[in-house]
């Protein structure tokens, strides 16, 4: 796969995601095993998306400067009987913002570009399994949002002192479910698109009420309970609710399930949605 070019911005040309896709089936014909093919086709993305200025910057700066602007706003909430303290809100939400913009929104642009350029009808012709298309488009903006976790969690230990996670295990499974379930949620809305431009659009709303809704913004805690019951069927929001209940040590065995549950049954729902839904070449 050395060598291979696999466009991934919206701005990249069709001839050459055509010759990219190509080049990208020949190299992942070569016996090589599941593994590797999904490696070398996550290098080839990786290579392109430091390349695309545009999608590299909303992917970086975007998730790393929200939460900090919004400490301010933070502070002068009303947390008294929440049990909550401004680093334990900040912390989930920085990784919240990681999710939606450098894998959700990102990746919901790389599916596009590529179904576009013909870029995903090539690749299947090769060895390559639908999975591992999908999965190595996926793995650099997951590689991205896990850094972005790791950099924003370092930094809101020495600015906010949030200290070490009380149930670590619960702060693990709130970042496996998040990296499982959205970029599974970006292939499904790349579904409903018609063109790179479309699935910036289509991402909007998805995103918009996942940062409205599920304690991004405002915690669950502070809102009415008809409010926050909805809330919690957010996709977004078992995330939110592990990593920070995992953090303060507040959340019972009760919620920590009913927030797998629902994680998971979002992930069972959005896998069902691609394998039924999702669109391997442009729409003619």
Same mark, same amino acid.
């Given at each position: 796969?050395?060598?291979?070019?696999?466009?991934?911005?919206?701005?990249?040309?069709?001839?050459?995601? #055509? =010759?990219?896709? %190509? *080049? $990208?089936?020949?190299? @992942? /014909?070569?016996?090589?095993?599941?593994?590797?093919?999904?490696? +070398?086709?996550?290098?080839?993305?990786?290579?392109?998306?430091?390349?695309?200025?545009?999608?590299?910057?909303?992917?970086?700066?975007?998730?790393?400067?929200?939460?900090?602007?919004?400490?301010?706003?933070?502070?002068?909430?009303?947390?008294?009987?929440?049990?909550?303290?401004?680093?334990?809100?900040?912390?989930?939400?920085?990784?919240?913002?990681?999710?939606?913009?450098?894998?959700?929104?990102?990746?919901?642009?790389?599916?596009?570009?590529?179904?576009?350029?013909?870029?995903?009808?090539?690749?299947? #012709? =090769?060895?390559? %399994? *639908? $999975?591992?298309?999908? @999965? /190595?488009?996926?793995?650099?903006?997951?590689?991205?949002?896990? +850094?972005?976790?790791?950099?924003?969690?370092?930094?809101?230990?020495?600015?906010?002192?949030?200290?070490?996670?009380?149930?670590?295990?619960?702060?693990?499974?709130?970042?496996?479910?998040?990296?499982?379930?959205?970029?599974?949620?970006?292939?499904?809305?790349?579904?409903?698109?018609?063109?790179?431009?479309?699935?910036?659009?289509?991402?909007?709303?998805?995103?918009?009420?996942?940062?409205?809704?599920?304690?991004?913004?405002?915690?669950?805690?502070?809102?009415?309970?008809?409010?926050?019951?909805?809330?919690?069927?957010?996709?977004?929001?078992?995330?939110?609710?592990?990593?920070?209940?995992?953090?303060?040590?507040?959340?019972?065995?009760?919620?920590?399930?009913?927030?797998?549950?629902?994680?998971?049954?979002?992930?069972?729902?959005?896998?069902?949605?691609?394998?039924?839904?999702?669109?391997?070449?442009?729409?003619?």
């Amino acid at each position: 796969m050395s060598g291979t070019t696999i466009p991934t911005g919206a701005g990249a040309g069709r001839g050459a995601g #055509t =010759g990219a896709g %190509r *080049d $990208a089936g020949v190299g @992942a /014909g070569s016996g090589t095993t599941a593994l590797r093919r999904t490696a +070398a086709l996550a290098r080839a993305e990786l290579t392109l998306l430091s390349r695309t200025k545009a999608t590299l910057a909303a992917a970086l700066l975007v998730p790393l400067t929200l939460p900090f602007t919004l400490r301010s706003t933070v502070e002068q909430m009303d947390l008294k009987g929440t049990g909550l303290t401004v680093g334990a809100i900040l912390l989930p939400s920085s990784i919240g913002f990681a999710l939606l913009f450098a894998v959700y929104g990102s990746l919901v642009t790389v599916y596009a570009a590529r179904r576009e350029e013909l870029v995903l009808k090539r690749l299947r #012709t =090769g060895e390559l %399994r *639908d $999975a591992e298309i999908l @999965a /190595g488009a996926a793995l650099p903006s997951v590689a991205t949002g896990l +850094a972005q976790c790791l950099v924003l969690t370092v930094a809101c230990w020495v600015t906010l002192g949030i200290g070490v996670p009380e149930a670590p295990h619960l702060v693990l499974l709130g970042l496996l479910l998040g990296f499982l379930t959205w970029p599974v949620l970006a292939a499904v809305t790349a579904s409903f698109s018609k063109s790179v431009e479309g699935a910036q659009i289509a991402a909007a709303p998805l995103t918009l009420v996942s940062l409205a809704g599920s304690g991004t913004f405002v915690p669950l805690e502070t809102l009415p309970d008809g409010v926050a019951s909805f809330c919690e069927l957010l996709p977004l929001t078992p995330v939110i609710t592990l990593i920070r209940g995992g953090w303060t040590g507040q959340l019972s065995a009760h919620d920590a399930t009913g927030a797998l549950v629902t994680a998971l049954a979002w992930t069972v729902i959005a896998v069902f949605a691609v394998r039924r839904w999702f669109r391997w070449e442009p729409r003619r």
